[in-house]
């Protein structure tokens, strides 16, 4: 078997799943670890994802991983003890052994969805997470590491996952959003394929539409 351009990890959620259409658009050959097969995907193009597995990954030169733990939105300011741990263990554990083995392997890119606002040491126990997955990621040397790092995203979802919090915060998002300008236009919500096109756009090293969207770091 020959390398992929992609190995994407969470091709069934928003992002992910957008990023998919734009691999799929350009022709690019990929690979996809799944919880559950996706129906209209070939079957030989697609992982049921396991801890084990984790062990077979498949010569790729670019790694995408979308993946998160399922928050409602007040658990983006507040989370009880049992939260931060489910919460930790994929945005942080399991991101971080996923790309150790990917880079075992010689994976050359990594890009990763994390979120804006995301700082070390921040009260906020969401972006302290986010800013340590993507320290981690760093000082694991890739040959380039992209973190794209959106607002609010927007997008098709599962009408069972949306809580009315969300529905609010995308209803306020159109009203304030006229006003977030200049340093403050990372904090608008935004379109899931946007960022799906823009990490592409970065990693094929093609023009950046808003170039505050995706973090590029070369070694």
Not at 123 to 138: D, G, P, S, V
Request: proline share 2%; net charge negative; aromatic share 10%.
């Amino acid at each position: 078997m020959g390398m992929n351009d992609y190995l994407i990890f969470g091709a069934s959620g928003l992002t992910g799943n957008n990023f998919l259409k734009e691999v799929k658009d350009k022709s690019g050959s990929y690979h996809l670890f799944v919880r559950s097969l996706i129906e209209d995907e070939e079957a030989d193009k697609q992982t049921i994802f396991c801890q084990e597995n984790i062990e077979e990954l498949p010569l790729s030169k670019n790694l995408i991983i979308c993946l998160g733990y399922p928050l409602v939105f007040q658990e983006l300011i507040w989370m009880n003890e049992e939260t931060k741990r489910a919460f930790k263990e994929v945005d942080l554990e399991l991101v971080l052994e996923i790309a150790r083995k990917a880079k075992d392997i010689g994976v050359q890119n990594i890009a990763v969805i994390s979120a804006v606002g995301s700082r070390l040491n921040s009260l906020n126990y969401y972006l302290n997470i986010k800013a340590e997955m993507e320290q981690k990621i760093l000082d694991l040397k890739f040959e380039r590491t992209f973190f794209a790092k959106p607002g609010h995203l927007l997008g098709s979802r599962d009408d069972s996952r949306i809580d009315n919090w969300v529905r609010f915060i995308e209803f306020l998002g159109m009203i304030y959003g006229y006003f977030l300008v200049g340093p403050l236009k990372k904090y608008r919500n935004i379109e899931a394929r946007e960022v799906a096109k823009e990490l592409f756009n970065a990693i094929n090293d093609n023009e950046i539409a808003s170039n505050y969207l995706v973090e590029v770091n070369e070694r």
